[in-house]
């Protein structure tokens, strides 16, 4: 189950950096959030999931 964010619907709000800074991070260049660790099995992923304005993330 690996972790994918789609940076079409990404805003860019850092809310899933916030809750799970070990797995997400920002990309200062295009200011969407990137997965570090896409096979992170941490609960702050699930949290992410649920938090995320765009429904952005997903796990695949
Ligand atoms: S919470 Fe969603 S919209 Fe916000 S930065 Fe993360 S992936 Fe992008």
């Known amino acids: 189950m690996a972790i994918i964010i789609d ?3 990404c805003i860019g709000c850092e809310t899933c950096v916030e809750l799970c800074p070990d797995v997400f991070e920002m990309n200062e260049e295009t200011e969407k959030a ?4 896409p096979n992170s099995d941490l609960d702050c ?3 992410a999931i649920d938090s995320c304005p765009s429904e952005a993330i997903s796990r695949e």
């Not at 990137?34 to 660790?37: P, S, W, Y």
Request: glycine share 0%.
């Open 7 to 9: 940076e079409n619907e």
């Open 34 to 37: 990137v997965v570090k660790v």
């Open 45 to 47: 992923v699930d949290e």
